[in-house]
T-cell receptor, first 118, second 115 residues
Framework: AQTVTQSQPEMSVQEAETVTLSCTYD???????LFWYKQPPSRQMILVIR??????QNATENRFSVNFQKAAKSFSLKISDSQLGDAAMYFC???????????????FGKGITLSVRP | GAGVSQTPSNKVTEKGKYVELRCDPI?????LYWYRQSLGQGPEFLIY????????DSGLPNDRFFAVRPEGSVSTLKIQRTERGDSAVYLC?????????????FGSGTRLTVV
């Protein structure tokens, strides 16, 4: 079974600065997807960025980028130019690339609470 | 609809009572997922529907939990003889078939409190 570990429960960043959120995972599969989700107080999980394991290039979405290290099974999220609206819980998640049934579910880490100081 | 809708937003029930939580997915999304998120934790998988059938119910914690999706659209999560440990946010998500690499679209969840 796959596991996702987020060992930092909380982090704080100054507005306009850069912050990196850590995530490690464990799997025996070679092809899979990794995601970062944001969960504001509204509770809705919002997809921030995704990475396909077979792609070596790190994904980037505007101010959000990842550092994907497949051999180390590490998937960190970098937020540049932090904004007050970035304050939320962030979850790292794993999904198998095998199709259907039990392989389609997401496995989440425990999350990290990010606060942004004005 | 435009998004995944979950009702009620909040539900308080007494220990031992029966509750139903509803999820209305995005129109046309064939896959539907239920997750449970306890305080301070990440969401944990409960059950996955592809169309009307439960393709994977391995996350249901015990036989007090049951979910249906009779017409392949709206789904209901049913909890019998509720216990205080069932208190959590129950999240629903949907996706279109073939969107394996995409994240799902989540609803805002139902916060269930068992007193």
């Amino acid at each position: 079974a796959q596991t996702v570990t987020q060992s930092q429960p909380e982090m704080s960043v100054q507005e306009a600065e850069t912050v990196t959120l850590s995530c490690t995972y464990d799997t025996s599969e070679s092809d899979y997807y990794l995601f970062w989700y944001k969960q504001p107080p509204s509770r809705q999980m919002i997809l921030v960025i995704r990475q396909e394991a077979y792609k070596q290039q790190n994904a980037t979405e505007n101010r959000f980028s990842v550092n994907f290290q497949k051999a180390a099974k590490s998937f960190s999220l970098k937020i540049s130019d932090s904004q007050l609206g970035d304050a939320a819980m962030y979850f790292c998640a794993y999904r198998s690339a095998l199709g259907g049934g039990a392989n389609s579910k997401l496995t989440f880490g425990k999350g990290i609470t990010l606060s942004v100081r004005p | 609809g435009a998004g995944v809708s979950q009702t009620p937003s909040n539900k308080v029930t007494e220990k031992g009572k029966y509750v139903e939580l509803r999820c209305d997915p995005i129109s046309g999304h064939t896959a539907l997922y239920w997750y449970r998120q306890s305080l301070g934790q990440g969401p944990e998988f409960l059950i996955y529907f592809q169309g009307t059938g439960a393709a994977d119910d391995s996350g249901l914690p015990n036989d007090r939990f049951f979910a249906v999706r009779p017409e392949g659209s709206v789904s209901t999560l049913k909890i019998q003889r509720t216990e205080r440990g069932d208190s959590a946010v129950y999240l629903c998500a949907s996706s279109s078939r073939g969107s394996q690499g995409d994240g799902y679209t989540f609803g805002s969840g139902t916060r269930l409190t068992v007193v």
